[in-house]
């Protein structure tokens, strides 16, 4: 038998295309990949409009409401199905819209395709293979022969009709109806996991004393162990977030997790300077998976109405533990070495690495499936059931070029990821800037020569304020949610950081101002000023994230990363040029400027509240529901 074949067609029948057209799920984008499940009934509920009806939505410009009518019944049946589709793939190709990103962006998906096709466009586009033509049939002419004048397979079925997916809304295995225990435990988990993770990286700020008398250092070189730790913090949550979405959290957070906890310890036992500045950058590097994944856990878990709740917990872990690592690493240093600052952190992390082992499930809604198809073809022995997802295998060099770079991508391309993350990043630096601060106002002028990280309790005090005053607002946001048909509003989440950003620069200039006039001014004054700063820097920080996560859903590992790397930039950089500012400035000055700055982004969440519905129907990768 010949080595070639002709092309062997593999496209659909009549018959499965009209299934596929009728076939919609119990709640749409089975994936409560992209949106939340409960709420995307709201589409496939509308009643069908009348002829009338339909041509003024048309009318309005509506991407939603063509595929609407479109799948209600009519006399055309699938001719005006087809140019409904081909209408909208103009649309697309005169906006440069990704044509397979752009129903599921849109929220139009919900009537329009099968949760299995729905399921395969998510894992093309995280895989980076969106671009490609998918195969329609299969090419025998440059194959190999079967040998023994064996003929070639027959073409199999269509695929999609074995793709497994979630069975209804309330499918147990959906992280979304796991029991409210279980999920609290893992986002207490998860929280605890980046609380140890940024403990690492302001704890050795307590060390810096001790490290200059050993290494006969300045303490701009001894600072670098806090700066090159957050600059790793930079540089790989543009791996991780990618890696996330294709391969699952819980591979990625242990992974991190683990090799944190080897590098911290290595940085325990090292000898040398070189050492130990190497080891503080790797540690940050390889743990730094927490700061863009476990935001993406919350949404894989949380539907919109209680999402807040929980990022709220994780946003409490990323901002406590700059501040209370400093408090805890000037006892250690009093009484030990400043190796047991590593020692202590890298025992409570690994602690935190156990529990995740033993108890984190896999909360990645595509990942879930795949682990269902393995599972279900072990129990068969049919190797023809699989997962959408199982599709997404790359090569390393095809995660470099298609996945690892979207989050940088996304954050120079994107006005409201860039403009959002300015803010978040300008706002983590002056956490960070802090601990240079406070050791100069309480210790180098009120003569705090012992405990003199105290004061920063005030900064925890207004943290926790601004926590519980988040949550209370939350039933503001859900109000607004369930008005809008239960589809998130990422713009109602910035209310509270309008008050928080007005509240942010008062706290800077009254502890600059207040704090470089000891001998005028009880040091009480200053530190009530922290509160005031601690509950700006909260009230900035939550609705960045919340925010974030209802712009870009699916993708919001990838945004999380971008701002990520830019806010630990700003993070890392901050600390350097800290002492110099406050020491040939003054206080009173230095605080003045970063104060003016603060007041200068006041705009920012005004001019998203205003124009950030537009900003997103105009992005690639946000979505409008």
Same mark, same amino acid.
């Given at each position: 038998?010949?080595?070639?074949?002709?092309?062997?067609?593999?496209?659909?029948?009549?018959?499965?295309?009209?299934?596929?057209?009728?076939?919609?799920?119990?709640?749409?984008?089975?994936?409560?990949?992209?949106?939340?499940?409960?709420?995307?009934?709201?589409?496939?509920?509308?009643?069908?409009?009348?002829?009338?009806?339909?041509?003024?939505?048309?009318?309005?410009?509506?991407?939603?409401?063509?595929?609407?009518?479109?799948?209600?019944?009519?006399?055309?049946?699938?001719?005006?199905?087809?140019?409904?589709?081909?209408?909208?793939?103009?649309?697309?190709?005169?906006?440069?819209?990704?044509?397979?990103?752009?129903?599921?962006?849109?929220?139009?998906?919900?009537?329009?395709?099968?949760?299995?096709?729905?399921?395969?466009?998510?894992?093309?586009?995280?895989?980076?293979?969106?671009?490609?033509?998918?195969?329609?049939?299969?090419?025998?002419?440059?194959?190999?022969?079967?040998?023994?004048?064996?003929?070639?397979?027959?073409?199999?079925?269509?695929?999609?009709?074995?793709? +497994?997916?979630?069975?209804?809304?309330?499918?147990?295995?959906?992280? /979304?109806?796991?029991?409210?225990?279980?999920?609290?435990?893992?986002?207490?988990?998860?929280?605890?996991?980046?609380?140890?993770?940024?403990?690492?990286?302001?704890?050795?700020?307590?060390?810096?004393?001790?490290?200059?008398?050993?290494?006969?250092?300045?303490?701009?070189?001894?600072?670098?162990?806090?700066?090159?730790?957050?600059?790793?913090?930079?540089?790989?949550?543009?791996?991780?977030?990618?890696?996330?979405?294709?391969?699952?959290?819980?591979?990625?957070?242990?992974?991190?997790?683990?090799?944190?906890?080897?590098?911290?310890?290595?940085?325990?036992?090292?000898?040398?300077?070189?050492?130990?500045?190497?080891?503080?950058?790797?540690?940050?590097?390889?743990?730094?998976?927490?700061?863009?994944?476990?935001?993406?856990?919350?949404?894989?878990?949380?539907?919109?109405?209680?999402?807040?709740?929980?990022?709220?917990?994780?946003?409490?872990?990323?901002?406590?533990?700059?501040?209370?690592?400093?408090?805890?690493?000037?006892?250690?240093?009093?009484?030990?070495?400043?190796?047991?600052?590593?020692?202590?952190?890298?025992?409570?992390?690994?602690?935190?690495?156990?529990?995740?082992?033993?108890?984190?499930?896999?909360?990645?809604?595509?990942?879930?499936?795949?682990?269902?198809?393995?599972?279900?073809?072990?129990?068969?022995?049919?190797?023809?059931?699989?997962?959408?997802?199982?599709?997404?295998?790359?090569?390393?060099?095809?995660?470099?070029?298609?996945?690892?770079?979207?989050?940088?991508?996304?954050?120079?391309?994107?006005?409201?990821?860039?403009?959002?993350?300015?803010?978040?990043?300008? +706002?983590?630096?002056?956490?960070?800037?802090?601990?240079?601060?406070?050791?100069?106002?309480?210790?180098?002028?009120?003569?705090?020569?012992?405990?003199?990280?105290?004061?920063?309790?005030?900064?925890?005090?207004?943290?926790?304020?601004?926590?519980?005053?988040?949550?209370?607002?939350?039933?503001?946001?859900?109000?607004?949610?369930?008005?809008?048909?239960?589809?998130?509003?990422?713009?109602?989440?910035?209310?509270?950081?309008?008050?928080?950003?007005?509240?942010?620069?008062?706290?800077?200039?009254?502890?600059?101002?207040?704090?470089?006039?000891?001998?005028?001014?009880?040091?009480?004054?200053?530190?009530?000023?922290?509160?005031?700063?601690?509950?700006?820097?909260?009230?900035?920080?939550?609705?960045?994230?919340? /925010?974030?996560?209802?712009?870009?859903?699916?993708?919001?590992?990838?945004?999380?990363?971008?701002?990520?790397?830019?806010?630990?930039?700003?993070?890392?950089?901050?600390?350097?040029?800290?002492?110099?500012?406050?020491?040939?400035?003054?206080?009173?000055?230095?605080?003045?400027?970063?104060?003016?700055?603060?007041?200068?982004?006041?705009?920012?969440?005004?001019?998203?509240?205003?124009?950030?519905?537009?900003?997103?129907?105009?992005?690639?990768?946000?979505?409008?529901?």
């Amino acid at each position: 038998m010949s080595s070639t074949a002709p092309l062997v067609s593999a496209s659909e029948s009549s018959e499965a295309k009209t299934r596929r057209s009728s076939d919609q799920g119990s709640h749409g984008v089975d994936g409560h990949y992209y949106m939340d499940a409960r709420n995307t009934n709201n589409v496939s509920q509308n009643k069908t409009t009348s002829g009338d009806e339909a041509v003024g939505a048309r009318d309005t410009g509506s991407e939603l409401d063509p595929l609407v009518s479109a799948s209600q019944p009519s006399e055309d049946g699938d001719d005006e199905y087809a140019d409904v589709v081909q209408n909208l793939e103009a649309k697309e190709a005169a906006s440069q819209a990704d044509p397979d990103l752009e129903l599921i962006r849109t929220g139009t998906n919900a009537t329009s395709e099968t949760s299995a096709r729905i399921n395969r466009r998510v894992s093309r586009f995280l895989s980076g293979s969106h671009m490609e033509p998918e195969k329609t049939g299969i090419d025998y002419s440059n194959c190999l022969p079967m040998g023994g004048d064996r003929p070639f397979p027959p073409v199999l079925p269509d695929r999609e009709q074995f793709e +497994v997916a979630f069975d209804g809304p309330n499918d147990p295995l959906h992280p /979304y109806n796991w029991p409210h225990s279980k999920r609290a435990f893992l986002c207490a988990l998860l929280g605890l996991n980046a609380l140890s993770v940024v403990m690492g990286s302001s704890i050795f700020a307590s060390a810096v004393t001790q490290i200059c008398e050993i290494y006969h250092v300045a303490q701009v070189v001894a600072i670098l162990g806090v700066t090159l730790f957050v600059f790793g913090f930079a540089a790989s949550p543009v791996i991780y977030a990618p890696l996330s979405e294709l391969y699952g959290r819980q591979k990625m957070l242990i992974m991190s997790s683990f090799g944190y906890v080897c590098f911290t310890f290595a940085c325990a036992v090292s000898k040398d300077l070189q050492s130990i500045l190497i080891t503080r950058f790797f540690a940050g590097f390889i743990g730094a998976a927490p700061l863009a994944i476990v935001p993406a856990c919350m949404f894989d878990m949380y539907d919109n109405e209680s999402r807040g709740t929980a990022v709220t917990i994780f946003a409490m872990g990323v901002f406590m533990g700059p501040i209370l690592a400093p408090v805890f690493g000037s006892y250690i240093t009093q009484y030990t070495t400043w190796r047991w600052t590593q020692y202590v952190t890298g025992m409570f992390a690994g602690v935190v690495t156990l529990l995740l082992a033993y108890f984190y499930e896999e909360t990645h809604h595509p990942t879930i499936l795949v682990k269902k198809a393995r599972k279900m073809r072990e129990q068969t022995g049919n190797w023809g059931i699989r997962a959408a997802h199982e599709d997404a295998e790359l090569s390393l060099k095809d995660i470099a070029q298609k996945t690892i770079t979207r989050p940088i991508y996304m954050l120079v391309t994107e006005p409201i990821l860039f403009c959002i993350t300015l803010y978040h990043a300008f +706002v983590y630096g002056i956490l960070y800037l802090m601990l240079e601060a406070y050791p100069i106002v309480f210790e180098g002028k009120y003569h705090f020569y012992k405990n003199g990280e105290l004061p920063y309790i005030a900064l925890l005090v207004g943290m926790g304020v601004n926590a519980v005053y988040n949550v209370y607002e939350e039933k503001f946001y859900i109000r607004q949610v369930r008005a809008n048909d239960g589809k998130p509003l990422p713009e109602a989440r910035l209310r509270t950081m309008v008050i928080a950003g007005v509240v942010f620069p008062i706290g800077i200039l009254w502890f600059c101002w207040t704090g470089n006039y000891p001998d005028k001014v009880h040091f009480m004054v200053p530190t009530v000023a922290g509160s005031f700063i601690g509950f700006g820097l909260i009230g900035i920080f939550l609705p960045c994230f919340n /925010y974030l996560i209802d712009s870009y859903l699916f993708l919001a590992a990838s945004a999380i990363a971008g701002n990520t790397f830019m806010r630990s930039a700003f993070g890392a950089s901050f600390p350097l040029f800290a002492g110099f500012m406050f020491e040939n400035m003054g206080v009173n000055w230095a605080g003045l400027l970063l104060g003016l700055f603060a007041l200068a982004m006041i705009p920012v969440p005004l001019l998203l509240m205003k124009y950030g519905k537009q900003l997103r129907q105009r992005s690639k990768f946000a979505f409008v529901l």
